[in-house]
């Protein structure tokens, strides 16, 4: 079993920033993929940034420029920087995990870490 901790989200100007970051902790052979997804109030749950196992990068239209996906392999941990922050930036943010077993590939997700951004 694999549990994921995430933390790092808050109560923020806009303007201001935020780290947050996921870690994964337990049964673990690999880690592929690592995540971040948010889930606005009244809105579906959307990918902001992800990075592979190698370290390659991919943002939503709406995360390019203000967010920074980053990953410690050797701590299992995924960061998302997040600059300038804007109010429509308000969601729980979400980390996903895709670990690498022996037996194949697994998905995880976090329990979700509240950003509010006031105006």
């Known amino acids: 079993q694999v549990h994921l901790v995430e933390s790092g989200g808050g109560l923020v100007q806009a303007g201001g920033s935020l780290r947050l970051s996921c870690a994964a902790s337990g049964s673990i052979f690999s880690i592929d993929a690592m995540d971040w997804y948010r889930q606005a109030p009244g809105k579906q749950r959307e990918l902001v940034a992800g990075i592979t196992g190698g370290g390659l990068t991919n943002y939503a239209d709406s995360a390019k420029g203000r967010f920074t996906i980053s990953r410690d392999s050797a701590k299992n941990t995924v960061y998302l920087q997040i600059d300038r922050l804007k109010p429509e930036d308000t969601a729980v943010y979400y980390c996903?995990?895709?670990?690498?077993?022996?037996?194949?590939?697994?998905?995880?997700w976090g329990q979700g870490t509240q950003v509010t951004v006031s105006s």
């Open positions: 996903n995990v895709i670990v690498e077993q022996a037996w194949g590939r697994e998905e995880y």
